[in-house]
Each structure stands twice: as structure tokens, then as C-alpha cells.
């Protein structure tokens, strides 16, 4: 975590958004990554997007494991909830906090040793409930607080700084998510971060479990030659499939592109994503299809990166699980605890 405030300080100049806030209003205390992490680079995104989005500090909730990526929801919205977990255990923690008040935009922080090692089961089960929630991954290949061993996403065949060669297959986050059934699934790059915003933005309005998996590069640990995760690697295989933009459902839509060759997919609350094909066949409602076309393009050794798939049709985990719209911290005490005979009359059906 972070011991260095930020000056307080705004230029007045500064433009405002719906709520009257400045981008310094979402923004939170000193890095203490490495100067040139692309967690950093991340953090820039997320307050950009929440900016953007007008969503007021308080009503957001940050989650996050252990990691490098964990210590992210310090740098932003530092007005807002936040909850640091344990190892693996962020996807339990924000299922609890969701359960009990829907009302709060939640983002969850995370890396691919907290995702795919020790939480890689958590991981999986908030897909499955369709937990409504941005699931960020900040995925460099290497465990960074120990040193730099591979991580569950290094690419066979991807050098580490000591020249260790990884033998082992990697775990692809997007895949597995189009695997299991996740109703949101997008991958970005850190050092782009016009790419990047307007899929935080999406991510952020999906009702449902947002998934977005950002090569994010350790510059300490792997970012040389003969990483995959590496800047260099990754601007340099990086195979974007849809350029992302996010329209406010109050605002005319305007494209200069040519007919055919925008896609436009329709969001819960009634805010739309435009994609503009780099592939005219592209179709990001097509499960299989996604599933396929980053495997064939993986296999390759390029990156995709773009909205790879969405369902809107899926129901998320409160309308599964049939909670109350009211958030249940708000529920008073006599109806939340009902007394013995209530339970009594509950135990008496199972007998």
C-alpha cells in the first residue's frame, strides 16, 4: 500500500464530469511499483474510465488479493470502499460484499498468480454465478513480489530475466473465461490505453461478470528479450480483432465508418459498445467462434485483444439467487433476524 499522499491541489481549469468532479477527484495515493510498472498504466485507465463514467467515489467498491496487482485499488478512488483479501480468496470476499449491497460498482484487482494458481477455483466460480462485477487481470507472466518465477500465464518457450526457459503450458484467462461460460470477456494492453478505456467503461456497465485481461509487463522481471509479456513482444504481436468504443445511452451515435463494417452491441442498461471489425466476420456474440479465433491466432504466438465475447441474456447472480433489490446492510435488524419461531418453522420443513 501506499504511505505518500498527493498534493491537493487541482488546477481550476480542469474539466468536470456529470458529478462536477475532476479526474484527480478518482485518484489516490503515490505508487510504490516500479517507475515504468504497467500496473501504473492500468491505474491511469481505471480513473479515466470511472471519470468518464461519472460514477461517484463512494459508490464504488475495490477488491484485491495479494500481488503486485493487489496493491492497485490504492492508487485510485481513494474515496471510495476497499478491501484487501487474502491469496486467491478476492472472488469469495466480493461475492459476500455483493450479496449484501448490489448497489455498488464493484471492480476486483487482480494478477495471474492470485487468478490462475492459488485462486484459479474462485476464479472460475465467479464466472459461474455471473457475479456482477469488472474483473481486472493484471497479467505480466511472473510472479513479481517473489522474485520473478513463471507465473500460470508464461508462454512456453518465454525466457526469464536469468535465462530460464518456461516448459510448462500456460493457462490463457480469456480462453478458459469463453470456456466456462463468463458473459463478458475482453483483453487489452497496458501502453494502450485508448484501447483500454472504453473496455474498462463496457466492463464497468455489464450487468454480469466483466472479465478483462490486461498484458500488463514487468519491467523488473520481464520485460527483455525473449519474454512474451515483454512491451516489445506485446506491440509487436498484438492482433486487435475490434477497435472498442463506449457511447453513453443519452448520446447521438455518430461513425464515419464505412457501411458494414460497425458492429453495435447493445448493453443492459441501455449504453453501447461499437465495434469496428478489423475481421468483416468477426461476431462477438459467437461463443465458439471466439473461442476458436483466439486459439487459431495463439497458436500463431499473436495476442488478441479487442471485446472478444458478451451475452446479455445471462442472468447474473442476483436475479439467480432472487435477492432483494433493497441491499440487504440496509434491512432492518427484526426482519433480518426474524426470531426462534421463525426459524423454528423453516427447520420444521426439512424434517
Do not use: W
Not at 476497499?82 to 469469495?92: A, D, E, I, L
Not at 509487436?236 to 460497425?262: F, K, L, N
Amino acid at each position: 500500500m501506499s504511505f505518500l499522499a498527493k498534493p491537493k491541489v487541482a488546477h481550476p481549469g480542469l474539466p468536470r464530469n456529470e458529478l462536477g468532479l475532476t479526474v484527480r477527484d478518482y485518484e489516490g495515493g503515490m505508487s510504490t511499483l516500479c517507475a515504468g510498472c504497467g500496473h501504473d498504466s492500468i491505474t491511469a485507465a481505471l480513473i479515466q474510465a470511472a471519470f468518464e463514467l461519472s460514477i461517484p467515489p463512494h459508490r464504488m467498491a475495490k477488491v484485491s488479493g495479494i500481488g503486485c496487482s493487489s496493491k492497485t485499488p490504492a492508487y485510485f478512488a481513494s474515496a471510495s470502499h476497499g478491501f484487501n483479501s487474502v491469496h486467491g480468496r478476492m472472488p469469495s470476499v466480493a461475492t459476500g460484499a455483493n450479496a449484501a449491497n448490489g448497489e455498488l460498482v464493484y471492480i476486483g484487482l487482480s494478477g495471474d498468480g492470485d487468478t490462475l494458481s492459488i485462486g484459479l477455483g474462485q476464479f472460475c466460480h465467479a464466472i459461474r454465478r455471473n457475479l456482477n462485477m469488472l474483473y481486472l487481470l493484471e497479467n505480466n507472466g511472473v510472479y513479481g513480489l517473489t522474485k520473478g518465477q513463471f507465473s500460470a500465464s508464461a508462454d512456453i518457450g518465454s525466457k526469464a530475466r536469468k535465462g530460464d526457459v518456461n516448459q510448462q503450458p500456460p493457462i490463457d484467462p480469456c480462453l478458459l473465461a469463453l470456456s466456462i461460460g463468463c458473459t463478458f470477456v475482453a483483453r487489452s494492453f497496458s501502453g494502450d490505453k485508448a484501447h483500454l478505456v472504453p473496455l474498462l467503461k463496457a466492463g464497468i456497465r455489464h450487468r454480469g461478470f466483466a472479465l478483462v485481461d490486461v498484458i500488463s509487463p514487468c519491467v523488473t522481471f520481464n520485460d527483455h528479450e525473449g519474454s512474451t509479456k515483454s512491451y516489445q513482444f506485446t506491440r509487436q504481436h498484438a492482433q486487435a480483432v475490434t477497435y472498442a468504443d463506449y457511447v453513453p445511452p443519452a448520446t447521438e451515435i455518430r461513425s464515419d465508418q464505412a457501411a458494414g463494417t460497425v458492429q453495435a452491441v447493445t448493453l443492459h442498461d441501455g449504453s453501447r459498445v461499437l465495434l469496428h471489425k478489423v475481421g468483416a466476420d468477426y461476431d462477438a456474440t459467437d461463443r465458439t467462434g471466439a473461442f476458436d479465433y483466439v486459439s487459431r491466432h495463439q497458436a500463431r504466438g499473436e495476442i488478441v485483444t479487442g471485446l472478444l465475447f458478451i451475452d446479455e441474456a445471462k442472468p447474473d447472480m442476483h436475479q439467480v439467487q432472487s435477492l432483494p433489490d433493497q441491499p440487504l446492510n440496509s434491512v432492518p435488524y427484526d426482519k433480518l433476524n426474524p426470531g426462534q419461531k421463525a426459524l423454528d418453522a423453516i427447520q420444521a420443513r426439512f424434517r
